[in-house]
């Protein structure tokens, strides 16, 4: 499927809206490329006359000095199906939410519309975030808009198929143990996961409140450093961010076990990159209490506090469900066959759970910044999935190196770490498989780095991108970023 070029960047887009240009014409030619790329499915509700007003809400309250106009003044941002959007529906991708009319807007959405975004339908994702292809029984799978024959992958699908065909240039996604990335990862665009707490969860439908946050995806890292200002609180804050050194630590595998051979290829091909613009990248595996650690907590978290997540949304449900009606009415049979154990009370699973949470998660997060300080390194990179898009019709099983293997901890293998730890991750795009299938390549870095990390991707997309010259313009799919 062809990719339409217009987004630009979202500080472009913002200053050129302040400064005069139609945010009104612009939201009418974005909705012209959604229907002409109905086909991805990137979204299951777009109210045309309400996008419309707000853009030209936009157009009719420019202030008289561009300067004074909020960070994504008229930018057009897609928002993910588990976030709620005042006067809009939030059904998670399942069939008990379809009426879900939400009232008001999530903490992120209210942040987004005072710095003058529009908001911009609600995206395809997998269902109750509980799937990392972008299969969704409701709605329908959630295409590639640049891998034809594939899945965008999940769960934050249509956020990033969106970005990705360029129907926006930006939009929100949420990410357990991957679902920014991901999906990013699978479709050539950037994808960014915070420090956990550092964004507002209020009107989210969470999996897990030890490891869920809501995430960014954009088409290059310029723009991930102007959402997080906005949606971290910090839209009056100026100048550069702190700057890191440029020493990394890549595994020799690389990853925490078999990675796909043209996935490898393109991931050595950036390391050689950086190296030769002067990049330190230091190789040498995690210690093996990592990728332990990992599996033994992974689950217990992640499943110990779906029941409550759930429970806890639903009291705001103006028409309300229990967690078993919800559950009983799961449209994927898979994803139902994970969840209908945990409407069941289970004294075992909480335990499993206060003890991944109090013990191993720590323990994990210790381990793991004793690497990078091992190793001077300013943060891990890995590729993001060892595998690059699944294929269509992709279920429980993918083939890796002639091997059958699970095809959600083969894609969450890489991603599962920050996401266990709290910590911020950033995928960018170093290029394509032979097979013209775009790579992630993952950047981790310990809690609170946020801002730096973010500049230190920018930095290395740069270099990746063949260019030392900084521009605000969105890169090709394949490519990298070059913004400021």
């Known amino acids: 499927m062809s990719r339409l070029p217009e987004p630009h960047s979202v500080r472009e887009l913002a200053r050129e809206f302040a400064h005069g240009r139609s945010a009104a014409e612009y939201a009418g030619n974005a909705l012209d490329r959604c229907r002409a790329h109905r086909s991805l499915n990137a979204f299951v509700s777009l109210d045309t006359d309400r996008v419309l007003w707000r853009a030209r809400a936009a157009d009719e309250t420019r202030p008289d000095d561009p300067a004074s106009a909020g960070a994504l003044h008229g930018v057009p941002i897609a928002v993910k199906d588990n976030i709620d959007v005042a006067g809009e529906t939030t059904t998670a991708g399942t069939p008990a939410l379809r009426g879900n009319l939400a009232h008001t807007d999530a903490g992120v959405c209210a942040r987004l519309r005072r710095a003058g975004a529009v908001l ?5 994702m997998h269902e109750l975030a509980y799937g990392v292809t972008g299969e969704n029984r409701l709605y329908g799978a959630v295409g590639n808009p640049v891998a034809g024959g594939h899945l965008a992958g999940g ?11 360029s129907l926006v240039p930006a939009g929100l996604g949420t990410d357990t143990g991957g679902s920014v990335r991901i999906p990013a990862s699978c479709c050539g665009v950037t994808g960014f996961r915070p420090t956990t707490g550092r964004y507002p969860t209020a009107g989210v439908l969470r999996v897990s409140h030890t490891r869920d946050t809501v995430g960014i995806l954009a088409g290059n890292v310029g723009d991930l450093l102007v959402l997080d200002r906005v949606l971290s609180g910090e839209a009056d804050g100026t100048g550069e961010p702190e700057r890191l050194p440029t020493r990394l630590v890549v595994p020799s595998r690389p990853g925490l076990g078999d990675v796909d051979a043209e996935v490898a290829s ?18 040498a595996d995690f210690p093996r209490t990592v990728p332990e650690l990992i599996e033994r907590a992974s689950f217990p978290i992640a499943l110990g506090e779906t029941p409550a997540c759930f429970r806890q949304y639903l009291e705001t449900v103006r028409e309300p469900t229990t967690l078993d009606g919800l559950v009983s009415s799961v449209a994927d049979p898979d994803v139902r066959d994970i969840l209908l154990p945990l409407c069941r009370e289970d004294p075992e699973r909480d335990e499993r759970r206060r003890r991944a949470v109090a013990e191993l998660r720590p323990a994990l997060a210790a381990a793991a910044a004793e690497h990078l300080l091992a190793h001077g390194a300013a943060a891990c990179l890995v590729p993001t999935t060892v595998l690059p898009a699944p294929r269509v019709g992709t279920r429980t099983r993918v083939r890796l190196n002639g091997r059958t293997v699970s095809t959600f901890p083969t894609y969450v293998r890489n991603t599962n770490l920050a996401s ?39 930095d290395c997309a740069r270099v ?21």
């Not at 911009?120 to 395809?124: E, R």
């Not at 990746?464 to 394949?478: C, F, I, M």
């Open 155 to 165: 769960s934050s699908s249509g956020t990033a198929a969106a970005v990705a065909a």
């Open 120 to 124: 911009f339908g609600k995206t395809n």
């Open 266 to 283: 393109v991931v050595a091909r950036a390391v050689r990159t950086l190296r030769e613009h002067g990049w330190t990248v230091v190789e």
């Open 464 to 484: 990746l991108a063949g260019t030392d010259t900084a521009s605000d313009s969105r890169p090709s799919v394949a490519g990298t970023d070059t913004a400021r």
């Open 420 to 458: 266990i730890v709290g910590w911020p991750s950033v995928s960018i795009p170093p290029g394509r498989t032979e097979r013209g299938l775009p790579v992630g390549l993952q950047l981790d870095a310990p809690a609170g780095t946020d801002r730096a990390l973010l500049a230190l991707a920018r």
